[in-house]
């Protein structure tokens, strides 16, 4: 008797299914290559997007802090109890960032009134400066500024207090940097 083999044809899935090593080298080689790149931008779109945040509820305090200071100007009270009174609104807004003014805060403002008068409450770490910005007062115009460090020195764990430090290890840190922002209002 005479045996016949069969030829059969196979399909290119079958055919790639046989040579699956191959196929799973490249795969692992394609995930090193590009998981660090999505990894990293991952951690850029968070890390921004908390410093969106953060930027906003400190300019959110600000205009409140300059609209305490416009209404409790003409009332007569000291330009110390004045100062204290923006720093207590300003706190309010501020903590859910972490950030305090004074009090071992790493925030500071300085509240003017347009007669050349200044308050400053709080200090800021390291050689960071508090320079008011924008033109010169009127004696009608009262304006409050704010500055903090983008990354707390004393938030050793990176946490994030406002914002963290999550892409230093690449080289692009935000521990040099500082927000600053000023806001005019007219007295009341």
């Known amino acids: 008797m005479i045996c016949h ?3 059969r044809r196979l399909h290119p899935q079958q055919l790639a299914a046989g040579s699956r090593g191959g196929r ?9 290559l590009v998981f660090p790149i999505v990894f990293v931008a991952t951690m850029a779109i ?7 945040l953060a930027i906003q509820d400190a300019t959110n305090a ?6 305490t200071a416009a209404a409790a100007y003409p009332s007569g009270a000291s330009n110390d109890d004045i100062a204290d009174a923006v720093m207590a609104v300003m706190n309010k807004h501020l903590a859910v960032q972490g950030l305090k003014i004074g009090g071992g805060g ?18 800021l770490p390291g050689s ?3 320079v008011p910005s924008g ?4 004696s009608t115009e009262a304006r409050v500024t704010l ?13 994030g207090k406002p914002v963290p430090d999550w892409l230093g290890w690449i080289g692009f840190s935000l521990s040099n940097y500082k927000f600053q922002l000023s806001s005019r209002a007219t007295l009341e």
Do not use: C, H, K
Request: aromatic share 12%.
């Open 128 to 130: 960071f400066m508090t």
């Open 135 to 138: 033109p010169a007062l009127d």
């Open 62 to 67: 600000v205009i409140e802090g300059g609209r």
């Open 106 to 123: 790493t925030a500071q403002i300085i509240v003017e009134r347009g007669t050349g008068s200044s308050e400053t409450r709080g200090t």
């Open 5 to 7: 083999r069969q030829i």
């Open 147 to 159: 500055a903090f460090p983008l990354v707390s020195p004393t938030d050793t764990d990176n946490y």
């Open 46 to 52: 968070f890390q921004f997007g908390l410093l969106s």
């Open 24 to 32: 799973a080298g490249a795969i692992y080689l394609e995930f090193l």
